[in-house]
């Protein structure tokens, strides 16, 4: 679990950093391009480039450096003079196109994450099967056996001639066994239907039937 969080950090530090990095990129630009070189077309397009990474890995929270862009885009177009509606549209496709992306970006991982979830408790209902299939085969298999060898003894009476009220008897007393061990097996569904809750409801109702 710490490998995995330790993973989880990492990857988020490079993240950070690739961002920063670009965001000074961007900013250079916006700063060199736009303030000195007096141009706003073009470069801009750079700019989809952190915007979209951002929404990929921080959702909605990228929105904040859209609106960083957006203000640094604001404000060299009052130094230089050209604030016009193509600044307006090209803020306006900052902050649309990144919504965009972290909404989409959101809901595949959302959906992604309740498909874990139900892929491991899938996981967790077939191991508790299997573990009751186990377990009441272990508890099962002595008794089975005992019936299996007595009434394979009682098959070579018969052949011996062995008297017809003698193997009546027999056959009571295995019958009573047979009994007894059909009501250790509805007991042992009762016990472990009842302090399992990891068994599905409609195997439970089976099992107590």
């Known amino acids: ?3 995995k969080q330790g993973g989880v950090d990492t990857a988020g530090g490079h993240r950070a950093w690739i961002l920063a990095a670009l965001a000074l ?9 736009h303030l000195f070189f007096r141009t706003a077309i073009g470069y801009t397009h750079i700019f989809y480039i952190l ?5 990929l890995w ?3 929270k990228a929105l904040l450096v859209a ?3 957006v203000c640094a885009m604001v404000a060299t177009s009052l130094v230089v003079g050209d604030l016009s509606w193509a600044t307006a549209i090209r803020a306006a496709m900052f902050c ?4 965009v992306v972290a909404s989409i970006s959101e809901e595949r991982d959302r959906a992604k994450a309740e498909l874990q979830v139900k892929k491991e408790e899938a996981e967790k209902r077939h191991y508790a099967l299997v573990g009751y299939l186990s377990e009441a085969t272990l508890r099962l298999k002595a008794p089975l056996e005992t019936l299996r060898e007595n009434l394979a003894s009682m098959r070579r009476q018969i052949d011996l001639g062995v008297d017809t009220e003698d193997m009546k008897t027999m056959l009571s007393v295995q019958i009573a066994h047979l009994e007894q061990i059909i009501e250790n097996f509805r007991e042992l569904n ?9 068994i599905p409801q409609e195997f439970g109702e089976f099992l107590t039937r």
Not at 25 to 33: A, F, P, Q, S, T
Not at 190 to 198: L, P
């Open 1 to 3: 679990m710490d490998q």
């Open 25 to 33: 990129v961007c900013i250079g630009l916006e700063i060199v391009v």
């Open 51 to 55: 915007l979209v990474l951002s929404a």
């Open 58 to 60: 921080y959702y909605r």
């Open 67 to 69: 609106g960083g862009l």
């Open 96 to 99: 649309i196109i990144t919504w």
């Open 190 to 198: 009762q016990e472990i239907v009842e302090e399992r809750d990891d």
